[in-house]
């Protein structure tokens, strides 16, 4: 599986994905705005599935210090060539986040684990689990992204008017996967680990909301009209009844 992972990201434009149109933003900016909310200030952050740094540069921004890691040297090496233009960052590494032993025990204030459930099973999301609680200091924040299993089955419907496909969706939203690689869980699932892990749910946010039903008129908006949504977004993104009806989910979790 590891393979694939890094197969498929090298061929990804993982860099630009927030960035392609207003849609792919909204997951950003949303998860920004609840990290300022929460973080402290000074926090020492470990960014274990940074991806190629976008929210580990943008957190160094703020004046924490950040250490960022990812799975796939591709993404490190796009990492390191921004950390070579803008030296930010406190250190840099290639590893997974399932193995941690580089790092003490309790040390960070904030451990994101952003992306990696998104490929992992049960079994390696436990062992993920117990590596981003050990390293992480009591009362310690642990960001967690995931994908929703029903929004995903309902992204996945065609165009046609039709529901030419809808077979193919509800196998996809039976199985949790449409291609084996991305592997989805729904709300439910995660609060259920904060449970098992003796953690307390922070905030649970539905990341970018249903605006994937409306991505045509949210790309087509104007930057007034689009900031306007953004703050109806914000609104609604911590209602439990939308959780599964975004693409993106987002749990921030305190370690007790």
Known sequence: ???????????????????????????????MIYFKRFFKKGSFILDGCAGTGNYSFKLAELGHKVIAGDIVPHNVDIIRDKQNKNP????????????????????FDVVLCMGAFYHMGDEERKIAMAECLRVLKPKGLL???YINNTAVSVYS??????????????????????????????????????????????AHIATDGIGYLLSSKINQANKEDFEKWIQFHLQTCEDKSLLGYSLHGLAILEKV
């Open 1 to 31: 599986m590891e393979n694939t992972i890094i197969n498929y990201y090298n061929t990804y434009d993982e860099d630009g994905r927030f960035f392609r149109n207003n849609g792919h933003q909204i997951e950003l900016i949303t998860s």
């Open 88 to 107: 930010m960052l406190n250190d840099i590494y290639t590893g997974s986040i399932t193995n941690l032993t580089r790092f003490e025990s309790e040390i």
């Open 143 to 145: 960001v967690i992204s």
């Open 157 to 202: 419907l065609n165009s046609s008017d039709k529901l030419e496909n809808i077979e193919e969706a509800v196998t996809w939203y039976n199985n949790k996967t449409k291609d084996g690689v991305f592997l989805h869980m729904s709300p439910l699932e995660i609060e259920q680990i904060a449970k098992i892990y003796n953690t307390k749910i922070v």
